[in-house]
T-cell receptor, first 115, second 111 residues
Framework: DTAVSQTPKYLVTQMGNDKSIKCEQN?????MYWYKQDSKKFLKIMFS???????INETVPNRFSPKSPDKAHLNLHINSLELGDSAVYFC??????????????FGPGTRLTVT | SQKIEQNSEALNIQEGKTATLTCNYT??????LQWYRQDPGRGPVFLLL?????KEKRKERLKVTFDTTLKQSLFHITASQPADSATYLC??????????FGKGTRLHILP
C-alpha cells in the first residue's frame, strides 16, 4: 500500500497555463506538506497544513494555492505557470506538526516542466 | 539567517569502509536533527532522528552524533555497501519551527 501518493508523476505544460497536483496519504497523519526541489536539488518547504488548517506558508508567489479538503488530502493548484516553476514537487505527511520530533513521509514527487 | 552546510562535493567511499557525512549549521538552536536518504527520482526517506540531549543514536549500520557546541552532526555508515549510494540530507529542527533541509551529500560506494 502506498503511504503518500501524488498525481500526476510528470506534468509538462506551457507558460500561462493553470495546473493542479493532487496528494493523498493513508497513514492517518494530521500534518501534510508541499515541498519544491529545484534543479540544484535544494528541497524547500512551501506549505504545511495541520488538521486542514494552514500553519506554514513560506514566501511563495500567490499563484500557488494549496487546498486541503480533508486530513488525508492536500492539493496544490498553480495559476499562470512560469518557466521558473519547473521543478519536482513533493508532498509529505507527518503524525504531528513540523517543529517537533516527527518523521516525514514523502510522496514520489511530481516533475513539473513548463515550456 | 539560518544556514546548513553539508559536504559540498560527492563522497566516494570504498565498499566495506565507513562513510562519514558532515552537517554543520549556523544561526540555529535545533532541538532535533533528522537525516534522510534520497535516491534519484524518488522522495526522501527518513533514517534517524537525534535530540539535542542525545550525543549519539544508532540503527543497524547507521550512527548519528549531535554536538550542539560544535553545531555539527555526523552521519556514519559502517561496512558500506554499493546499495548505500544515495544523497543524504540533514535537517536540523528548532522546536516549534519548520524543518529546513540541507542540500545533501551524494555518496558513492565503490565496489
Amino acid at each position: 500500500d502506498t503511504a503518500v501518493s501524488q498525481t500526476p508523476k510528470y506534468l509538462v505544460t506551457q507558460m500561462g497555463n493553470d495546473k493542479s497536483i493532487k496528494c493523498e496519504q493513508n497513514l492517518g497523519h494530521d500534518t501534510m506538506y508541499w515541498y519544491k526541489q529545484d534543479s540544484k536539488k535544494f528541497l524547500k518547504i512551501m506549505f504545511s497544513y495541520n488538521n486542514k488548517e494552514l500553519i506554514i506558508n513560506e514566501t511563495v508567489p500567490n499563484r500557488f494555492s494549496p487546498k486541503s479538503p480533508d486530513k488525508a488530502h492536500l492539493n496544490l493548484h498553480i495559476n499562470s505557470l512560469e518557466l521558473g516553476d519547473s521543478a519536482v514537487y513533493f508532498c509529505a505527511s507527518s503524525q504531528g506538526p513540523s517543529g517537533a520530533a516527527y518523521e516525514q513521509y514523502f510522496g514520489p514527487g511530481t516533475r513539473l516542466t513548463v515550456t | 539567517s539560518q544556514k546548513i552546510e553539508q559536504n559540498s562535493e560527492a563522497l566516494n567511499i570504498q565498499e566495506g569502509k565507513t562513510a562519514t557525512l558532515t552537517c554543520n549549521y549556523t544561526n540555529y538552536s535545533p532541538a532535533y536533527l533528522q537525516w534522510y536518504r534520497q535516491d534519484p527520482g524518488r522522495g526522501p526517506v527518513f533514517l534517524l532522528l537525534i535530540r539535542e540531549n542525545e550525543k549519539e543514536k544508532r540503527k543497524e549500520r547507521l550512527k548519528v552524533t549531535f554536538d550542539t557546541t560544535l553545531k555539527q552532526s555526523l552521519f556514519h555508515i559502517t561496512a558500506s555497501q554499493p546499495a548505500d549510494s544515495a544523497t543524504y540530507l540533514c535537517a536540523p529542527i528548532e522546536a516549534g519551527d519548520k524543518i529546513i533541509f540541507g542540500k545533501g551529500t551524494r555518496l558513492h560506494i565503490l565496489p
